[in-house]
């Protein structure tokens, strides 16, 4: 029988303790070297150390991009907001980094769906009906289909991270509610025809005014109406009553556009009428006033010498009638034929040569 002894030779009067032959292990068994388990703890040990440098050193980095801004969490507390560009940090889960995009306008749609598309090519979206967003109930009892879209921009990423568990689907929640008391308030055939400007301004208000209560970080560009129809049970209805508005709506602009030609013109046709009697009673008075001071003048050179001016009204009078007949004949007693005496209508020839 074999019996083992210790150092001192002497047998052990038991088993040995395992902690010792741990530390006999890491420690080194032999007094002549490094044992086999010494060399390989120190390896692990260096590849582990490597490991977190590498780690370390990886995770003292990040990157924001220019639609970003980056919220920074050390030890769970925000630290601040950092700005796009390379930033440090420290390592090790010690600061922890939320990016937020807040210079991109981000939308929530209701009522239907925008597939994902690759840049470049059309909007597709979704088949799936969304009637429990769209349908509403308007003013007058009317079942109407209204889809929009909400745009808006975060402006403060701790408000929006913090300020409320779910801030997106606040936003909807709030939309949802605004849009539906709206159209609540007003008839079917004002939302479907002249209401869409007045419903978007107003829904574009409230929800922000909403926000700003709950101090969101949210600022709400748009709020845009897409399709705006009734359901499909009454479509046919509701096109037969469009038709027949659209009718009488064209039947009202022709009409105005026929009281518009027609006023003028005959506003004009009355201007012109005046104007033209005025310039008749203006040239009457002045030829009027011209002939009587003409006729003034006249009487008062026959008082000075009126043979003379009996003589004169004489020749003018022949002068103005003469040339107003055709060929002047003199007749005289005794003579067969008539004689021509005078062609007034021929104008003189004018001299040629030395005669005159």
């Known amino acids: 029988m074999i019996q083992s002894v210790n150092s001192n030779g002497q047998s052990p009067s038991g088993p040995p303790d395992l902690s010792e032959l741990m530390k006999q292990f890491t420690s080194g068994g032999s007094r002549g070297g490094r044992s086999p388990g010494r060399r390989f703890g120190g390896a692990v040990i260096g590849i582990i150390a490597v490991l977190l440098l590498a780690w370390g050193t990886l995770t ?8 970003e801004r980056a919220v ?3 030890f769970g507390s925000v630290k601040g907001i950092t700005d796009p560009g390379l930033h440090f940090r420290l390592p090790f889960g010690i600061d922890q980094i939320q990016l937020v995009a807040t210079e991109r306008v981000l939308k929530q749609e209701f009522g239907f769906r925008t597939q994902d598309t690759r840049q470049g090519e ?3 979206y979704s088949a799936a009906q969304f009637e429990d967003e769209s349908l509403m109930l308007t003013g007058d009892l009317n079942m109407i289909d209204v889809e929009w879209v909400v745009q808006y921009r975060i402006n403060d990423p701790i408000k929006f991270l913090y300020q ?5 689907r606040t936003l909807r929640d709030i939309s949802e509610s605004v849009m539906r008391r ?3 308030n007003m008839l079917g055939s004002e939302v479907l025809t002249i209401g869409r400007v007045e419903i978007q301004q107003k829904a574009g208000e409230e929800i922000q005014e909403i926000l700003d209560q709950y101090d969101a970080g949210i600022r709400v560009s748009t709020v845009e109406m897409q399709d705006v129809v009734p359901p499909p049970a009454v479509q046919p209805a509701f096109n037969e009553v469009n038709e027949a508005r659209q009718e009488r709506e064209r039947m009202i602009n022709e009409a105005q556009k026929r009281v518009n030609q027609e006023i003028p013109n005959a506003e004009g046709a009355a201007l012109r009428t005046v104007a033209e009697a005025e310039g008749y009673a203006t040239e009457r008075v002045n030829r009027a006033d011209g002939e009587s001071i003409r006729f003034s003048a006249v009487l008062q050179e026959y008082q000075q010498a009126p043979t003379v001016t009996r003589s004169r009204l ?3 009078t022949l002068n103005e009638v003469l040339p107003r007949l055709g060929q002047l004949l003199v007749v005289q007693d005794g003579q067969v034929g008539p004689l021509p005496l005078l062609d007034v209508n021929r104008q003189a020839t004018p001299a040629t040569g030395g005669d005159q």
């Open 182 to 184: 709206i159209v609540g």
């Open 164 to 168: 409320m568990r779910e801030p997106t």
């Open 314 to 316: 004489y020749l003018e």
């Open 122 to 124: 059309r909007s597709t």
């Open 72 to 74: 920074v969490k050390r």
């Open 60 to 67: 003292c980095f990040y990157t924001v991009q220019p639609e």
